[in-house]
């Protein structure tokens, strides 16, 4: 990069540094990274004058105040960062940077900041300035020796050259260099003239002409009675047509609603049912089978007693793993293989049998269900019919009702427009006299306005004076020039632990982060502490839960017999013949209802 890109990266990286929002760290890296700035030698420069310039802050700021305390009206306050990185490189940079280094960097400014640089180092490089006052003040911030070896002896050896170069830019810009005297404004006095009221023009008389009456919109419009009635005999022609295909489909389903069934059918269905009904009576209700197993009680057990049970199911368990060790090695018992088979076979036959009484009973139920629904659908077809009637004869009444209505309301609309047309005649002789009487009014109200616009001219007139006075009487008032307290300045005691009140307070803050992330780590050990005795009391419980388990599983299994698929299947042949008897009953009710209906019919 060029040598004005680092000068300038340098100067923003140390005016945009906040102490409060990060470490110098931190922030030098980031604007590092904002400044794309790729080679290593330049970074490590940028971040060496950074740091450098926060450690002398205080003593890079003696010659600073006192160039802007002599020469301040003519710069702004904002430069000062850009004086400050330039003073350090002629000071502890000399040797490194070089003569011509400064020269370029000084060069790579614009012509204004250039100016400002040279002034400035000249400012603080003339022997009546830095081996006077400049270096008391430094002697009083830092050791006098320190002074002496670190900055004065090469400032002596190197003054000659720089002065060279300064005065060789100058010579480059040689026009604006020179000290400029401003000019002092002289106050003039006030000319206040009277001001002169503006003339308010006296309205001209309103002419009284007849207005233009305008010829009426409804002339060429059809009449709104005409077309509500037009209207209404378009919707009434839909409505009648809606109704004419509602009966024709209704009369169509009154008539497959009211063949009644055959005598053969229901004399079919009566011996159909009382058949089932007997192959029911004689069906065998299987018998409950009792429960075998008890679920146990839960017990809350101790520390002492989970352990105790946790070895006892463990040496069950390992005696069971060599049980299995000595069966995958080779080991069979012929006795338990056979019996084991018997036991399969037999539950194989049960369940074949269960299942086969189940798609039984599941025919059965469809059926019925087929029956029910056949009932139920003939009679909602003799109810959606008779329905239909009704519903025909109460709109028949319902469109009479609506035409006697209609005939009521075109009555009162003809009516209510001939008083509407009365009204409107009635008020527009209202508005011309009340049109009269604004004029009137309108020419006394401004006389009024012209007395009042008078008398407020002559107390502007007044306020203005007196608010002449007052500014004549503020100037004459001597200017509070107290200086404000900065709370990141240190107070430069000379003591080593100096620090600003607003670095105190970040102290202070960072020591009680500290304590309470020290306190948070405790809590987070004992916490970790319990979690590993609970995990390994959980894994004991865990093995008392499987050994139990498995105790269970054996004792149900020594009790299992050949019945046992029938307690598995019961319940279900229960609730499958329950259903089939519940239909069964209602299929007759409906077979009942239906014959009393085509009876009575």
């Given at each position: 990069m060029s040598a004005g890109q680092v000068v300038s990266c340098c100067v923003e990286t140390l005016r945009s540094y906040n102490p409060v929002k990060g470490p110098p760290g931190d922030h030098c890296d980031d604007q590092l990274s904002k400044c794309k700035i790729a080679s290593e030698n330049d970074r490590l420069f940028v971040s060496e004058v950074f740091h450098g310039c926060l450690r002398y802050k205080n003593l890079l700021k003696v010659p600073i105040d006192g160039f802007y305390a002599d020469a301040g009206s003519l710069f702004p306050s904002k430069d000062s960062v850009m004086l400050q990185v330039f003073l350090y490189f002629s000071l502890f940079l000399m040797d490194d940077f070089g003569m011509e280094g400064i020269k370029e960097s000084i060069k790579s400014l614009s012509v204004t900041d250039a100016k400002k640089v040279v002034l400035f180092l000249r400012f603080t490089w003339e022997p009546k300035n830095l081996e006077d006052w400049i270096v008391s003040q430094w002697n009083c911030i830092y050791d006098r020796n320190y002074i002496h070896d670190r900055i004065l002896v090469p400032a002596e050896n190197n003054r000659d050259s720089l002065l060279d170069s300064l005065l060789y830019i100058e010579k480059l810009h040689e026009k604006g260099f020179t000290k400029k005297t401003l000019k002092v404004t002289e106050p003039k006095p006030f000319k206040l003239t009277a001001p002169k009221p503006k003339r308010i023009p006296i309205p001209e008389p309103v002419p009284d002409r007849p207005k233009h009456v305008p010829v009426p919109a409804s002339t060429y419009r059809t009449p709104l009675e005409k077309e509500a009635l037009e209207r209404k005999k378009r919707v009434n022609r839909e409505r009648a047509l809606q109704m004419s295909q509602v009966l024709e489909e209704d009369s169509r389903l009154s008539l497959l609603a009211s063949k009644p069934p055959s005598k053969r059918f229901l004399k079919l269905q009566e011996d159909l049912a009382k058949a089932e009904e007997q192959e029911l009576k004689v069906r065998p209700t299987p018998r409950k089978v009792p429960s075998a197993t008890k679920t146990p009680k839960e017990v809350k057990l101790n520390a002492g007693a989970i352990f105790r049970e946790e070895q006892h199911f463990r040496g069950k368990l390992e005696a069971e793993a060599s049980r299995l060790a000595w069966i995958q090695a080779g080991g069979f018992d012929m006795n338990e293989y056979m019996e084991w088979e018997k036991q399969k076979l037999a539950e194989e036959r049960q369940r074949e049998r269960e299942e086969i009484e189940i798609k039984h009973l599941q025919g059965l139920i469809t059926r019925e269900e087929a029956v029910i629904a056949k009932v139920s659908l003939e009679k909602k077809k003799s109810m959606a019919a008779s329905n239909l009637k009704a519903e025909n004869e109460k709109l028949k009444s319902l469109y009479l009702e609506e035409m006697a209505k209609q005939s009521e309301v075109n009555r009162r609309i003809v009516e209510d427009t001939h008083e509407i047309h009365e009204r409107v005649l009635q008020a527009r002789d209202k508005n011309k006299e009340e049109n009269v009487a604004m004029a009137q009014s309108v020419i006394s109200e401004s006389r009024q306005l012209l007395a009042e616009a008078k008398a407020r001219q002559a107390e502007e007139n007044r306020k203005?004076?007196?608010?002449?006075?007052?500014?004549?009487?503020?100037?004459?008032?001597?200017?509070?020039?107290?200086?404000?307290?900065?709370?990141?300045?240190?107070?430069?005691?000379?003591?080593l632990t100096d620090m600003s009140y607003v670095e105190l307070q970040e102290r202070l803050a960072f020591l009680k982060a500290k304590s309470k992330r020290e306190q948070e780590a405790r809590r987070n050990r004992i916490a970790q502490q319990k979690a590993q005795d609970e995990i390994k009391i959980q894994k004991k419980l865990e093995t008392i839960a499987l050994g139990r388990t498995r105790e269970l599983e054996r004792r149900l299994t020594e009790k299992k017999t050949v019945t046992s698929g029938v307690r598995v299947r019961d319940n279900e042949l229960r609730k499958l013949e329950a259903r089939l008897m519940a239909k069964k009953a209602a299929a007759m009710q409906g077979r009942r209802n239906s014959m009393l209906t085509s009876a009575k019919t």
């Open positions: 203005r004076d007196a608010l002449i006075r007052q500014i004549r009487a503020f100037d004459s008032v001597p200017v509070d020039r107290t200086k404000i307290i900065d709370l990141t300045d240190t107070p430069e005691f000379g003591h």
